[in-house]
C-alpha cells in the first residue's frame, strides 16, 4: 500500500512538474533590444541629433592641433612675447576644448540612457502581453539560463512582431 501511494505521488509530482514546464518560456532580450534598436532607428537619431557638437568639436581639435605643431615647428625661432602668447592661446584653448567634450560625453550618454530605458520598456510591455496572451508564468532571459530544454518555449519571434 505505501509503495502504491508513494508511487501515485511520484506520478503526480511529474505531472505537475511537466504542466509548470508549460507555463515558463524564454526570451532573448540582448537580440530584440539590437533588432529593436534597429527596427526604429534610435542611433541614427542620436547621431543626427548630436551631429552639429559634434562637427565643432572637430573643428575646434583640428584649430588645436595646428596651433600647437605650430608652436612646436616655429617655437624656438619666434619672439618670446609671440611665443608666450601663442602658449596662452593653446592652454585656454585646450580648456575650452576639454570642456566641451566632456559635455558633449555627458549629453550624449545621458540621452542615450534615456534612449535605451524606452527601449527596455516597449520590450518588457511586449514581453508581458505575449506572456498574457499565451498563458505563460514565467519568462526568462535566454542568456541567464545556464540550459534549458528543447521543451521550453522561446518566444523571441513572438515579441518581436508585438514589439511597436
Known sequence: MKKWLLAAGLGLA?????QAADKIAIVNMGNLFQQVAQKTGVSATL??????RASELQGMEKDLQSKMQRLQRDGSTMKASERSKLEKDVMAQRQTFS???QAFEQDRQRRSNEERGKLVTRIQSAVKAVAADQN???VVDGNAVAFNSSDVK????DVLKQVK
Not at 511529474?14 to 511537466?18: C, H, I, L, R, V
Not at 522561446?154 to 519571434?157: N, R, Y
Open 47 to 52: 547621431e543626427n541629433e548630436f551631429k552639429g
Open 99 to 101: 570642456q566641451k567634450a
Open 154 to 157: 522561446d518566444i523571441t519571434a
Open 14 to 18: 511529474m505531472a505537475t512538474s511537466a
Open 136 to 138: 505563460i508564468d514565467l
